[in-house]
């Protein structure tokens, strides 16, 4: 179960993400980036990034912390944003919220150099949830103290928009061609054998159950929660075996000149980041 807090202040809306998260600190004294049931995508996309986020962090992948936010919508009253205020009043209630990495930055290929087994990794693990928003137009990904960090999950499993297709869905292959470690070589091979003993039936039934009911409940098909929460796993785990065999990798589509300017590209290559120790002094 993830751990519940309290929102106690609406700070700022990020404007990058198409269902404006924002900034929010909580009773806990932490600030997260809070992703709302009241977003035009709906609770399915929150359903997501619980079962993928918290697959991912229990794979060892970077994947900030998830919290659950209880949000009062009287927050939203002094916003002068009238669509941050009716995004607020349409989210009462129980919301998501991702540990906010102060200070990261955005991941730019052409600054930051990752290894190919890091690249597989997190290349099979796209696969693996069918992430389709993992690419050079849009990484998704943070560099933080000089690591790699994985965010928003919520395009992914897009079988759960049509369970009466699901299987057929996710047996489907995985196309990595415009993924945005694809340049980094990623050792797939070395990945599926590292990861995908992992993924058992026990584990996906772990972070199923890491959803909120009222995330799930009335979905058409379904007559109880915990039978939704066995559809993921039924889609999830024989996906876990053989999506490796089934990754394409041709390169990108289009070139993709780096928005980074000089000072970052000078600092964050090559890698490991210079300013990082080496692990066996124990320090950063």
């Known amino acids: ?9 609406y700070v700022t809306p990020l404007r990058e993400g198409g269902s404006l998260p924002g900034i929010v600190e909580a009773d806990d004294l932490g600030t997260y980036v809070m992703k709302f049931t009241g977003a035009g995508q ?24 998830l ?10 009253l002094a916003e002068p944003d009238q669509e941050v205020q009716e995004l607020l ?9 991702m540990d906010f990495l102060p200070g990261s930055i955005g991941f730019d290929s052409l600054a930051y150099q990752v290894d190919p087994r890091e690249a597989g ?11 389709v928003d993992r ?31 699901a299987q057929a869905s996710a047996a489907k292959p995985y196309n990595a061609s415009d993924h945005a470690l694809a340049p980094f070589a990623p050792d797939i091979a070395a990945a599926a054998a590292e990861l ?30 915990d039978e939704l929460r066995r559809a993921y796993v039924e ?30 590209t000078e600092h964050l290559t090559p890698w490991p980041h210079p300013t990082k120790k080496n692990d066996k002094d124990g320090q950063r």
């Open 1 to 9: 179960m993830l751990e519940e807090v309290v929102a106690t202040r």
């Open 42 to 65: 709906g609770r399915k996309t929150l359903v997501a990034e619980v079962i993928c986020g918290q697959l991912g962090r229990r794979l060892g992948l970077r994947v900030p912390e």
């Open 67 to 76: 919290v659950q936010i209880q949000l009062d919508p009287v927050i939203g």
């Open 89 to 97: 009043k349409a989210s009462g209630g129980l919301n998501l919220g």
């Open 121 to 131: 990794r997190v290349v099979w693990f796209d696969a693996l949830i069918n992430n």
């Open 135 to 165: 690419s050079w137009r849009n990484p998704n990904m943070l560099v933080w103290h000089g690591d790699l960090w994985l965010i928003d999950h919520g395009a992914t499993m897009i079988w759960q928009h049509n369970w009466p297709g």
């Open 196 to 225: 995908a003993p992992l993924v058992t039936e026990e584990l996906l039934t772990e972070v199923a159950a890491d959803v909120p009911d009222e995330w799930l409940v009335d979905e058409p098909g379904f007559d109880t929660t």
């Open 235 to 264: 889609a999830l785990l024989p996906r876990a075996a053989t999506i490796h065999e089934r990754i394409t990798m041709d390169g990108p589509t289009e070139p993709r000149p780096s928005q980074a300017p000089g000072w970052l």
